[in-house]
């Protein structure tokens, strides 16, 4: 079974930095598109950054020159590194994948979140 796992979350004060990585596991023949979503208490979950296979990214504008999302896909594993943090960057962080089990049945999957905390 194909599943997803976040870590690197945690406590850091507004201006710090943190490291999310999300490895994929199971039976994978291929991975497409990778990124990371997240939700704030009381918010709707929303897009932060994603990465395709060939190294192309888009990032929500509330991120942009300050998180950058890369990937290693001989370890099938995305990553985003969060810096000059702000409390308002604090949320559950998801990662999603689009996955192929098989040629040609590609699926969305999503990890199951880890949590970044912002202190002013």
């Known amino acids: 079974q194909v599943q997803l796992v976040e870590s690197g979350g945690g406590l850091v004060q507004a201006g710090g930095s943190l490291r999310l990585s999300c490895a994929a596991s199971g039976s994978i023949f291929s991975i497409s598109t990778m990124g990371w979503y997240r939700q704030a208490p009381g918010k709707q979950r929303e897009l932060v950054a994603r990465?395709?296979?060939?190294?192309?990214?888009n990032y929500a504008d509330s991120v942009k020159g300050r998180f950058t999302i890369s990937r290693d896909n001989a370890k099938n594993t995305v990553y985003l590194q969060m810096n000059s943090l702000k409390p308002e960057d604090a949320a559950v962080y998801y990662c999603?994948?689009?996955?192929?089990?098989?040629?040609?049945?590609?699926?969305?999957?999503w990890g199951q979140g880890t949590q970044v905390t912002v202190s002013s």
């Open positions: 999603h994948a689009i996955f192929a089990d098989v040629p040609g049945r590609s699926r969305s999957y």
């Open positions: 990465i395709t296979t060939e190294g192309s990214t």
